[in-house]
């Protein structure tokens, strides 16, 4: 067992939505975009003085925070008189 600390990550996104708008108002949307790391490049510390091998060290790097973003939401309006102004 190794003993790590995560560290807190800035990120900086960028993102695009499409809303698909139905007749009752409701909509479904979508969203696709990258988000990369704008904080230091290493996100973990060892605290034990151990070594990561090199299986640990790739899994770590998938895990790291960025990359590619992708959403999908239903949105139910409920005053949907409102929605046509």
Not at 3 to 12: I, K, Y
Not at 16 to 44: H, Q, V
């Amino acid at each position: 067992m190794v003993l790590m600390d995560l560290h807190r990550q800035g990120l900086f996104s960028f993102t695009a939505i499409k809303e698909f708008t139905f007749k009752n108002s409701d909509a479904f949307n979508l969203e696709f975009g990258f988000s990369a790391n704008a904080s230091g490049a290493t996100f973990y510390t060892v605290k034990d003085g151990s070594a990561l091998d090199p299986t640990s060290v790739q899994v770590l790097r998938l895990l790291r925070p960025g990359g590619i973003v992708f959403g999908i939401s239903y949105l139910f309006r409920l005053n949907k008189s409102a929605a046509g102004e």
